[in-house]
């Protein structure tokens, strides 16, 4: 069949056609794909912060070693003539020589003190050994564990040695005196920072790195071995922490050259600014710069500390450029270590970057340890330049005319850089070079609001982005900001804020210490701020008393939850949804503020969020009602009855649309629980009795010829694809581990490995179960038993047997506890099980074998169990033990449960010694509980350690998930909106495919279909076919059996995949819908318990996975039937079993309309996940059909009394129901509105009588008679077709005047087959396909003429 490809190269559509078709796609809305759908629920994998000094530490104490032995030169130095002469600045031949040495002396520590001011400094000038020993011991002594420096200048002495030694005097200044770096190395200790300012200055390094090596081999030698001589000695402190500068190479001699200062490498190190002026003027460039000479540089107006005068703006700009040539140079955790841990050691490697490049200029090589990469060549030094540049051209008409300094457009032209690199950059690049400038930006009051612009522009990218501003340093500088009053810094500081605490939320307690937390606190309660900036303020205070009693504290002093609660109905949901998860972290734990919150009626207020339309916010709402019951203090009667009120609102969620909510129910809950242990024991223990008592008439264990499906002959069953969500099912294993025990899957006819059903998965003892640990535990009650207790619960009246009147609040959460525990979504019965199981465990564990059960001895304390001590507690209720089925648990084979425990589970015995009670009822891996059973019959009513159990393990990762949305880009345009992107492509490409189909289909159907019987596939489906459904678009077509799904590609004949949908076994799927059947296709199936399941990814190679589940009509009690649903009605009318669930999908309004086996339609809005609407249908029977028309707002409901109603949804409930029509004597198999403005209602019941009706009129306007005995009928949206299947095993094609295009008895070329009972059929919504499954597994589709299409 080739209509696909003759799609592609048909000849072009008229333009306006396709587009207007396009745009009707385009303005489709698309439901269920929220980011709540697509994500896991769980905050972002925390990245470890390593920008925080472990260690900051200051240099507290300064040695000045001088060695210039004034007018004698050094034997081994030959000077030359002129010489460099100046050290310090001074000329020392100007003076005499006392004076000379005193004078350098005192300058180089003026030097120093502008860098270090509260240090200590000593001088020793011209020492000797003792002096210099004596010196760098009470300088460590008094320093302790912090740095030390130690300046050397070695002009005077002759050049250190190879042997590691550097020269000092004797007393009479007759002799120079080796002083060996060893020697030095113990007097100064560790942390140190050594200067050596002489010639061949780099032996010292090398030697001090030997002298180091060699000290920490000492070390070991002595740690391991204590008896040997060197352990017996004094231990050498370690030399890890110790950074050396030097002026040169090994081999080089310091320049000489008589217009630079003699002592160079400190000049750079000390006054870097003097100097860099001075190089500048001997370059050649200078005179470019005219009028500018040595002597005028000397008067700079301005000091080094004022950053509003030329020289202080120097100093400025330097301090950017080399802190940011550093940053762009060293890796990061050197660049930590020199330029963020000490003041003074920054200052002087920024400085020594500038010392690299004049000295490398005279051909002399500065060194460090550790060790830096070359910066001289940096492009950063030109920038440097061009300011000198700009300043010194200045200088001239400043002295001389004294005109205004004009400021430098340096800062300005580095955030102009850094904004360049914001909007044009791609997506992964270096990090932009200028992000230290902008940290240097943020002093100054000129260009601060740009730079913090850009600045949270740059955090906006990500977590990355963020980790590396707070390398840089940026923290400090934000939060002395907060301190600031400037209204128009608030928006730009609370973003930038949020973007920090969203990456590492350890800041919190830095907010708090500086009272940071008052500032965001008057953001939240300003009124004029916009909402997006006090949700981002309420996101930071969130943060701030989150697990943090001090944060609370100050939190609650402020005033929050009064401001929080003003707030609660606020427009912005991402602000209900903040203020909500506020309330509940300051609340958690810290009862001051749950009383607080009590004065303020907060829980109340927080009810109405608890009907939100935005899922996230009721989410919100819900958590913080949790944790608002949550509080372990003790308990009065005051706040005992407030939490039953909060219950008791929580309860009313049971059935919420949207899973996310459903869980957070659960923990919500779970709190209660822990809080009122004992009364939910008793609940507990109740209902077990109760369980075990009554005999539920379980539509599971009917007996029933549907139920056991026979094994098959012929092909082996087909093996069903793991999915994703239901890699947790229950108890199902891991994705990877179901894959491969899939693949081993033997299926024979000896025995079809067990149904994949919840209850037999609940006693699987190799799959991992849903406690949480990856062990192997299990379950008290099975799922099976709560299944079972749910079912007793509706028909008994549990509070009458209690007997204590407020129990009855404990009576109903157990019950909706139970309700949660056979949710359709497997992570929130998941969770709630959890819940049951630890509850019924402390139950039956606190329960004392020997006392007697007694209605009236019912008091606080847990009753006895009477579990006889043979049967595991899984099968309370008497049925026996399920087979271990772990490996085959996911095929549809079902077989009787097995009479004997599996061998797997060797019972649990004691390892105390002591037998204690039941302990050979639970198995042997129980990892979630504290304690075994042997204590607790000591410790059974100390609930200390599992009430920790319950209340840890719970969580749903709701709050960390959502402050994800602050780490993620805020101002990216979406990827969808993003017209270049792969995503907008694949939409394009999806919306050009159905505009070609919706064309070419209709060209077939208006030139009328006059024949349907060509069979254009047919294949064995692995279940029998209960409903089929063909994809609007593509070629697949899905085919459900009683509680798997099939996809087939009808055009190639091959199966796609197959996959479990997770009903319970007594259930079946009764209808399927696809959403967005446009655009990112979505499977709907809806079973007849009532509950509602989406799939994504099926019919790809991905593996299929749930995206939401909810009890779509909770009342809904299944009934007793089997497979052939609708064929046992039509053959004995006695058992007329019910419709199941029927559902109608609007894609223009994103509506479920759902109903069957109740008396009510009920609207789901799939935008909001909430039910928005029940409509009474006012009959006695079941809802067999349902067709709805959104331009109309109608719905045409069919009925099991024979009735076709009509309802406008737009009504009241009383006054809905806008017309009945009662022609029809028998059950309605289908009820169709046609979607024309006009369009007439069709409708059809067993009898084959198809009526037509105008919504006008009270009487049909046309009759047809079709066969008798119609099992399934669907009707062709476009062509004007109607098909009916029968009870006599043939189809028969209509077309609206009653003519019979084609009867179809036969498989063509299929060995002359009959066709067993039709079981369902379905046209496709635009081509002329007819898809039939029968009862015999055979699934066919026909379609018109080959001709015509």
């Known amino acids: 069949m080739k209509m696909e490809s003759d799609l592609l190269h048909s000849p072009a559509l008229g333009l306006a056609e396709e587009e207007e078709a396009d745009m009707k796609d385009w303005k489709l809305p698309l439901a269920f794909m929220k980011k709540r759908h697509s994500e896991k629920i769980e905050g972002s994998k925390a990245l470890a912060q390593s920008w925080r000094m472990k260690d900051r530490m200051k240099t507290v104490s300064v040695a000045l070693v001088l060695c210039l032995n004034v007018g004698v030169d050094p034997p081994d130095v030959v000077k030359t003539s002129p ?56 300088l460590r002594r008094n320093a302790k564990e912090e740095r030390v420096l130690f300046h050397y200048n070695g002009h005077g002495v002759p050049r250190p040695t190879v042997n590691g030694e550097i020269w000092v005097f004797n007393k009479n200044y007759t002799q120079y005196i080796p002083l060996s770096i060893y020697d030095l190395q113990t007097w100064m200790g560790s942390p140190s920072i050594f200067v050596y300012d002489c010639s061949n200055a780099g032996i010292i390094v090398k030697s001090f790195k030997q002298f180091a090596l060699q000290r920490e081999q000492e070390l070991e030698v002595a740690a391991i071995n204590p008896s040997h001589p060197l352990a017996q000695m004094p231990l050498p402190p370690s030399m890890k922490n110790c950074i050396q500068l030097a002026a040169c190479e090994a081999s080089e001699l ?28 001997m370059q050649k460039s200078a005179k470019l710069v005219p009028g500018v000479t040595l002597d005028l540089i000397e008067k700079i107006p301005g000091r080094l500390n004022d950053r509003r005068t030329p020289l202080g703006e120097l100093n400025w700009i330097f301090t950017a450029i080399t802190d940011t040539i550093a940053w762009n140079v060293l890796p990061r955790d050197l660049f930590q270590k020199l330029f963020r841990q000490d003041l003074l050691v920054a200052s002087l490697f920024r400085n020594f970057l500038l010392a690299e490049r004049i000295m490398r200029s005279y051909n002399c090589t500065p ?23 700009i300043c010194l051209s200045q200088l001239p008409t400043i002295i001389e005319e004294g005109t205004a300094f004009r400021h430098s457009p340096f800062f300005a032209e580095q955030l102009t850089a850094f904004q360049v690199w914001l909007t044009m950059g791609v997506e992964n690049r270096n990090p932009p070079e200028q992000l230290p400038i902008v940290l240097q930006v943020l002093l100054s009051q000129v260009h601060r609001l740009r730079a913090l612009d850009l600045l949270g522009r ?42 920090i605490l969203a990456v590492d939320s350890s800041c919190q307690a830095d907010l708090v210490k500086d009272n940071g937390h008052k500032y965001f606190l008057s953001v939240l309660a300003d009124s004029y701020m916009p909402a997006e900036h006090r949700t981002m303020a309420v996101f930071i205070l969130a943060v701030i008393v989150n697990s943090y009693n001090t944060g609370q504290e100050a939190c609650l002093q402020g005033n929050l939850i009064a401001k929080c609660l003003e707030q609660l109905s606020d427009p912005h949901p991402l602000l209900r949804q903040w203020v909500a998860i506020c309330l509940g972290r300051i609340w958690q734990n810290f009862e001051p503020a749950r009383w607080c919150g009590v004065r303020d009626s907060a829980h109340e207020k927080l009810y109405t969020l608890l009907s939100d339309r935005i899922p996230e916010v009721r989410c919100a709402a819900v958590f913080a009602l949790g944790t608002f019951v949550g509080n372990s203090a003790e308990r009065t009667d005051h706040s005992t009855t407030i939490d039953h009120n909060v219950a008791m609102m929580l309860a009313q969620l049971i059935n919420d649309g949207s899973p996310v909510v459903r869980k957070e129910l659960v923990v919500a809950l779970s709190h209660l629980v822990v809080q009122y242990e004992s009364n939910f024991c008793t609940v507990a223990l109740q209902f077990i009795e109760e369980e075990k008592n009554y005999m539920v008439p379980s539509p599971a264990n009917a007996a029933e010829p549907g139920n056991l499906t026979p094994v098959r002959e012929g092909p082996a069953i087909p093996r069903l694809r793991s999915v994703n969500s239901y890699t947790n099912i229950r108890a199902a294993t891991t994705a990877r581990n179901l894959n491969k025990s899939l693949q081993n899957l033997n299926l024979n006819e000896e025995g079809g490995p067990a149904a994949f059903s919840p209850g037999n998965l609940s006693t699987s003892s190799s799959a991992s179960s849903t406690l949480g640990s990856p062990d192997n535990d299990e379950y008290i009650l099975s799922f099976e038993t709560i299944d079972k207790m749910r079912r007793v619960s509706s028909y008994s ?15 109903q959460i157990w019950r909706v506890l139970l309700h949660l525990a056979a949710d359709p979504f497997p992570e929130v019965s998941d969770l709630a099980m959890k819940v049951l199981n630890s509850i019924a465990y402390k139950a039956t564990m606190n329960a004392r074998p020997q006392r007697i059960l007694d209605s009236g001895s019912l008091t606080q304390s847990a009753p006895a169990s009477p579990t006889s001590k043979g049967t595991h507690i899984h099968q309370a209720g008497g049925s026996p033990p399920m087979p271990s089925t772990s490996s085959s648990s996911l095929t549809e084979v079902p077989k009787p449960p097995a009479r004997e425990p599996p061998a797997t589970r060797p019972p649990y015995t004691p390892t105390l010694g002591g037998q204690a009670p039941h302990s050979h009822q639970f198995p042997r891996t129980r990892k979630m509980f504290d304690k075994g059973p042997e204590q607790a019959a000591e410790d059974g009513d100390e609930p200390g350690g599992h009430r920790n159990y319950i209340s840890l393990a719970l969580q749903t990762g709701l709050c960390d998930w959502s402050a994800k949305y602050f780490a993620q880009p805020v101002m990216k345009i979406p990827e969808e909106h993003d017209v270049e992107s792969q995503v907008r ?173 109740v008396r009510v339609i009920r609207i789901w809005d799939a935008d909001r996940e909430m039910k928005v609407q029940d409509i009474p249908t006012g009959a006695d029977s079941c809802v067999t059909s349902l067709s709805c028309d959104s331009q109309r707002s109608l719905i045409v409901a069919g009925l099991g009394d024979g009735s076709v109603r009509v309802f406008d949804r737009r009504m009241g409930p009383n006054e809905c129901r806008v017309m009945t029509y009662r022609e029809h004597s028998a059950w309605v198999v289908k009820a169709h509105l046609q979607k024309e403005t006009d369009g007439h209602i069709i409708s059809v019941s067993v009898n084959g009588d198809v009526r037509f009706f105008e919504q006008r009129t009270p009487d049909s306007i046309n009759v047809l008679q079709t066969v008798k005995g119609l099992t399934a009928l669907d009707i062709h949206p476009q062509a004007n077709l109607f098909a009916c299947g029968s009870m006599n095993q043939f189809i028969a094609v209509y077309n609206t005047n009653g003519d019979v295009i084609s009867n179809i008895k036969y498989y063509d070329g299929f060995m002359g087959q009959r066709i067993g009972a039709i079981s369902c059929l379905a046209f496709h919504p635009h081509w002329p396909h007819l898809a039939v499954g029968s009862n015999d597994y055979y699934m066919s589709i026909y379609s018109a003429e080959k001709r015509l299409r």
């Open 83 to 138: 010489c460099a002469r100046l050290e310090c600045w001074i000329d020392p031949l100007s003076m005499s020589p006392q004076k000379a040495l005193e004078t350098i002396g005192a300058n180089l520590q003026k030097q120093y003190e502008n860098w270090q001011p509260r240090a200590r400094y000593k001088q020793s000038l011209d020492p000797t050994v003792d002096e210099v020993k004596k010196l760098c011991t009470s």
């Open 254 to 281: 310091l320049p000489m050259n008589p217009d630079l200062p003699a002592d160079l490498f400190t000049s750079c190190l000390t006054t870097p600014i003097k100097i860099a002026l001075r190089w500048f003027c």
């Open 367 to 389: 060194v460090s340890s550790p060790r830096l990469p070359p910066t001289y060549m940096h492009a950063m030094w030109q920038a440097w330049d061009l300011a000198v540049d």
């Open 458 to 499: 740059f955090l906006d990218l990500g977590p990355w982005a963020v980790s590396l501003a707070l390398s840089v340093g940026i923290f400090p500088y934000v939060l002395k900001l907060l301190q600031s009053s400037a209204r128009e810094l608030r928006p730009l500081l609370v973003f930038i804020w949020a973007k």
């Open 797 to 811: 009246s549990l509070n009458s047997l209690i007997g204590v009147s407020f129990n009855s609040v404990y009576t």
């Open 985 to 1157: 492509m694949e939409r394009q490409w999806r919306f050009l495919r159905n505009t070609r189909v919706r064309r070419q289909s209709r060209c077939i159907t208006q030139r009328g279909v006059s024949r349907l019987d060509d069979q254009i596939f047919i294949n064995r489906n692995p279940g029998v076919p209960s409903v089929v459904k063909f994809h609007p678009f593509n070629t697949c077509i899905a085919v459900a059996d009683k509680d798997s799904i099939c996809f087939w590609d009808w055009e190639k004949g091959e199966r796609l995949d197959y996959f479990y949908n997770g009903n319970p076994r007594y259930t079946h799927i009764t209808a399927m819908e696809y959403l967005n059947g446009h655009d990112c296709s979505l499977l709907l199936t809806a079973t007849d318990d009532g509950a509602l399941r989406i799939w994504k990814n099926f019919a790809d190679q991905k593996n299929p996975e749930m995206v939401t589940a909810w009890q779509g009509l909770s009342d809904m009690l299944p009934t007793t039937r089997g497979l052939a649903r609708r064929v046992s009605i039509y053959l004995d009318r006695s058992k007329q079993g019910g419709a199941g669930m029927v559902v109608d999908w609007e894609q223009e309004t994103g509506l479920l309309m759902t109903s069957g086996d």
